[in-house]
């Protein structure tokens, strides 16, 4: 059942939906087509705004211009279904800047020379659509045909904000498909996030600009492209300043209507499924973006429908086995369970001694206690029905090489003293040293799985008190308080991580998740303590953690 709903999701859903934002890309580009065009033609006619109206339509209208307007949609096509192709449902998390661009040049060159080539051509359309002067490709100069500088340099300006937005794309979260908390109708959300994110897509227009003129007027100088005065004449030419800033701007907009219109159809809520459907949708390996949208469904269901609870709460017939409340443990408490193990596992690494006994020892049963032991005898008392067996574990001896020389290790260690001071050099560390909590935020990137996962047993817990008639929930609820709490301790215990990233004016996207999950945890465990009232406090629990619960109780608890 779970290969059909994989099946049914990959080759249906998300096929209609990236039709259906491929779309609304098409219309949104459309229209700053035609808008960024009427606002070229206004700097040729600045006083005429009737004739700037008129020579749009006319532009827009005419069969000549369809071409063009043809040949982008096609780009907005292609780019549309590289967004989908490549999209996450989880963000990453940057590494070093040499590992970065190592990997542009090998995985993504493909990728990356589509977004240049696409950035490129699409001032090339909006100035053919114009048909002025820098329309022309070749021009005419002392008897003989050079390339339109003008053109060219709008051109250039329009791959290299397409670069921008490749890296952008791969390695600022571009291609992360971030589910909305609240699931608001499509237009309500796309026009939202167009609104939000106006002025920065207007100061990221701004800084590819900057960056982009100044090397372009030198570069071109010094390579001998253009002459001195022809240089000097590009930088101080208000109405070329104006036309290079638009197209890199109309580069920006575009690619950020398609990565709005693609994310908000794609994260979609799903059609109303059954319950099994979504435990299946849910433990999906094909797809992470079926299973969050898999559990964003199966927490709305658990909070709101009393019938889903009461399957879950269901006893199986014949066997008497709580089926359901198994399966929704092991794709709920499993992922709190996994992030806790892997968080332990950075705060409280094992020391050189205990990973040196763990090579040692060798691989053998678990050993049992030999008071557990001897009362499992049987009762003539003539034999242990378990092995007797010591707690010290036998060592094996390892076969150590011999040691290299010694002018080997001094060798070794002054190269190593080397490369260690070449990576605190300012400039070579920004290159290839990667952030020092890097281990950490690639564990909180996988918190909305945590987060959904929390928020379900919260519901069917809290539901249990006055619904769970076979006492199915009661027998898994210390495992369940006791890892909601663990995992928040381990949280708090990660509050000095990601504190080189507040200078920047918004988190990113793995630092965000890290204070959902924080305030999601709260919720749950308050949402349990709340329901149970003082009954809560019987439950076997360890001590710090039953303190804790208390606290909760008593609303004392921050």
Request: aromatic share 10%; proline share 5%; with cysteine.
């Amino acid at each position: 059942m779970g290969t059909e709903t994989e099946t049914w999701f990959l080759g249906e859903v998300l096929h209609w939906r990236t039709i259906g934002g491929i779309s609304w890309s098409l219309l949104l580009s459309m229209v700053t087509t035609a808008i960024l065009t009427a606002i070229m033609l206004a700097l040729q006619m600045p006083t005429d705004p009737i004739s700037v109206i008129i020579t749009t339509l006319r532009v827009l209208l005419s069969p000549s211009s369809w071409f063009y307007l043809l040949l982008a949609s096609a780009c907005v096509l292609q780019l549309g279904r590289l967004f989908v192709v490549n999209g996450k449902a989880t963000p990453s998390v940057t590494k070093s800047v040499f590992s970065c661009a190592k990997s542009a040049l090998t995985e993504h060159i493909l990728h990356f020379a589509q977004f240049v080539a696409f950035g490129g051509f699409f001032p090339f359309i909006l100035v053919k659509l114009m048909g002025n002067n820098l329309s022309l490709v070749v021009v005419n100069e002392d008897k003989e045909r050079w390339l339109n500088p003008g053109l060219v340099c709008l051109m250039l300006a329009g791959g290299f904000a397409g670069l921008r937005e490749g890296v952008d794309y791969y390695f600022g979260n571009g291609n992360f498909l971030q589910i909305p908390i609240i699931n608001l109708d499509k237009y309500s959300q796309v026009t939202g996030q167009l609104t939000a994110l106006k002025y920065p897509t207007i100061m990221k227009s701004f800084q590819s600009f900057r960056y982009f003129y100044i090397m372009f007027c030198i570069l071109s100088w010094l390579t001998g492209y253009i002459t001195a005065h022809d240089a000097y004449q590009i930088m101080l030419s208000p109405s070329h300043i104006v036309l290079v800033y638009v197209c890199i701007h109309y580069v920006h907009v575009i690619n950020t209507c398609i990565k709005i219109c693609m994310v908000v159809h794609c994260t979609r809520p799903l059609y109303p499924l059954s319950l099994d459907n979504l435990l299946d949708g849910s433990a999906s390996e094909a797809s992470n973006l079926l299973s969050l949208l898999s559990l964003q469904d199966l927490a709305n269901l658990t909070s709101t429908s009393a019938d889903a609870r009461r399957e879950i709460y269901s006893l199986s017939i014949p066997g008497g086995h709580p089926t359901t409340w198994n399966r929704l443990l092991s794709v709920t408490l499993k992922q709190v369970q996994n992030m806790n193990a892997d968080l332990g596992k950075l705060l409280s690494p094992p020391s050189k001694e205990e990973k040196s006994e763990e090579e040692t020892q060798t691989p053998s049963r678990p050993s049992y206690h030999n008071s557990f032991a001897r009362n499992l005898t049987s009762p003539n008392n003539m034999r242990l029905l378990a092995p007797s067996r010591t707690d010290e574990q036998q060592k094996v001896k390892v076969n150590q090489a011999p040691a290299p020389p010694k002018w080997v290790e001094n060798l070794t260690a002054k190269w190593n003293n080397f490369v260690a001071g070449l990576n605190r050099r300012p400039v070579i560390g920004w290159l290839v040293n990667e952030p020092q909590d890097i281990a950490f935020r690639n564990i909180f990137t996988k918190s909305q799985t945590v987060i959904y996962a929390a928020e379900i047993l919260s519901y069917v817990v809290r539901a249990s008190i006055t619904e769970d008639k076979y006492g199915v929930v009661q027998k898994d609820l210390p495992s369940i308080l006791t890892n909601l709490l663990r995992l928040e301790e381990a949280v708090d215990r990660c509050r000095g991580q990601a504190n080189i990233h507040r200078k920047r004016r918004a988190d990113p996207a793995d630092v965000q998740l890290k204070l959902e999950l924080k305030c999601a945890l709260k919720s749950a465990v308050y949402r349990i303590v709340i329901a149970f009232k003082e009954h809560i406090l019987e439950v076997p629990m360890p001590s710090d953690l039953a303190k804790k619960i208390t606290n909760c109780h008593n609303f004392v608890e921050a």
